[in-house]
């Protein structure tokens, strides 16, 4: 197991009737923005629920968080918390609400431009508006970790940043405040989850057995509880399930220790900022392929996915490792999500579209051993076609 520090400050309140807590989570007298999306949590009555437990605060709303947030939305919201001093950020969305709201709460007090910020990977980011959430789509494990993706149409960037100070102090799962969902946000969410597990599993093995048989929960559970949890959306239990899982997919837990490979994510940035892809789209399009393009490199743990989670014995070798890559991308078609570019009608250049972006935005060694260079990438897009 190669050594690890593993911090996580995140205090989770999960499940029903949940909401309420909010008033014993935040001071009596903060001045609080919530911070929304496109407007789902006012249809689904959970905007309302938020404001009667934040009830006797002075509150106001900061709406129109666009999936895959874009940098000049959210400096709105910087603006306006610099002359209004709110002291407080509530997030009441999915990924992108959640994501969106991280950035706000670092730039606020930066000095320099805060695209840089972004530029830099969030390393820069010294001091933060203290923020919580209010989950509504299990998907990204934002609501658990220090992470966020932050976009920039203008210059077509879609980029990570990460930060010790960017968990949140609380973020409340309420399953019940996913059902509105629509089934395509669940099957992404399912995918996002599936994918963020296996780049923290599918590398080489270093004999973290704890860590492996974690990620195997994780994706068996999904694989379990994901078809019930798409076609039944109000069983409250399969849902519980899959949101629990997919927080626990990237809270930092499983990579303690262990290496990872977040490849299948920068590439698949690259085709949400080049084509508007979903998120979950662009992974189930790319990591079939990349595990076919790196099958010696991942070789070992391959085997040990066909066989622990696929449940794969008594075939040849070669035979255990397509089969496994089979069963991953009709996994992801089961949900009615395409996993080949044509279907989403993309041009045939996708490929050295994408290889330029990743140059231009340093990805040129990726994956657990770098040496996914921009001449890799171009095969796995191309196969993707
Ligand atoms: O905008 P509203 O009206 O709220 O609608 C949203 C949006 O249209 C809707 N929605 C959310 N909760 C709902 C709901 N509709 C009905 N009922 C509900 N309860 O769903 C749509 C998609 O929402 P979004 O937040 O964009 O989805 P997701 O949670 O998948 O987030 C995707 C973003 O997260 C980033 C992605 O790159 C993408 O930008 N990621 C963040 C990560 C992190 N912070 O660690 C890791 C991930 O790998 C991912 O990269
Ligand atoms: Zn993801």
């Known amino acids: 197991m190669q050594n690890f520090e593993f911090y996580n400050p995140t205090r989770i309140v999960f499940g029903q009737n949940t909401i309420e807590k909010l008033n014993s989570l935040i001071p009596k007298n903060a001045k609080v923005l919530i911070t929304i999306g496109g407007g789902s949590v006012r249809k689904n009555g959970t905007l309302a629920e938020v404001q009667k437990a934040l009830d006797g605060r002075h509150v106001e709303i900061f709406e129109g968080i666009e999936a895959n947030p874009i940098f000049e939305t959210l400096m709105k ?18 990924g992108s609400v959640m994501d969106g709201t991280k950035f706000i709460a670092g730039a606020v007090h930066c000095k320099d431009d805060p695209w840089k910020l972004v530029l830099d990977g969030g390393k820069d980011i010294q001091q933060i508006v203290p923020f919580g959430f209010v989950l509504t789509l299990p998907a990204t494990g934002s609501e658990m970790n220090s992470n966020a993706v932050i976009s920039r149409k203008t210059t077509e960037d879609k980029l990570p940043i990460k930060n010790e100070l960017l968990y949140p102090v609380f973020s409340i799962l309420d399953p019940t405040k996913t059902f509105s ?8 969410g399912i995918i996002d989850a599936f994918v963020h597990t296996t780049e923290q599993y599918l590398t080489y093995p270093v004999n973290g057995s704890i860590q492996d048989r974690f990620a ?5 559970t999904l694989i379990e509880e994901g078809p019930k949890t798409y076609n039944n959306p109000e069983d409250y239990e399969s849902r519980a399930n899959f949101v629990w899982a997919a927080t626990m997919a990237l809270n930092g837990l499983i990579a303690a220790g262990v290496p990872e ?6 590439i698949g940035h690259e085709l949400t900022i080049l084509y508007g892809l979903d998120h979950g789209q662009t992974l189930a399009i790319v990591l079939p392929s990349l595990l076919e393009e790196m099958r010696q ?5 391959l085997l040990q996915y066909g066989k622990r ?5 008594g075939y040849s070798d070669e035979k255990i490792i397509d089969e496994a890559i089979s069963k991953t991308r009709e996994f992801f078609e089961s949900f009615g999500v395409k996993t080949y570019l044509h279907e989403y009608d993309i041009d045939n250049n996708a490929a050295e579209k994408v290889i330029e972006q990743l140059k231009r935005h340093h990805m040129t060694a990726l994956g657990e051993r770098k040496n996914i260079t921009p001449d890799v990438s171009y095969r796995i897009v191309q196969a993707s076609l």
């Not at 195997?216 to 068996?220: D, N, P, R, T």
């Open 77 to 94: 919201a910087v603006e306006k918390i610099r002359q209004e001093n709110f002291d407080f950020i509530l997030g009441v969305g999915g």
């Open 181 to 188: 969902l629509p089934k395509k946000q669940v099957a992404n």
């Open 216 to 220: 195997e929960g994780i994706l068996l």
């Open 261 to 266: 490979d977040w490849s299948t994510h920068m």
């Open 297 to 301: 490199d991942k070789r070992e743990k």
């Open 309 to 313: 989670v696929w449940g794969l014995t």
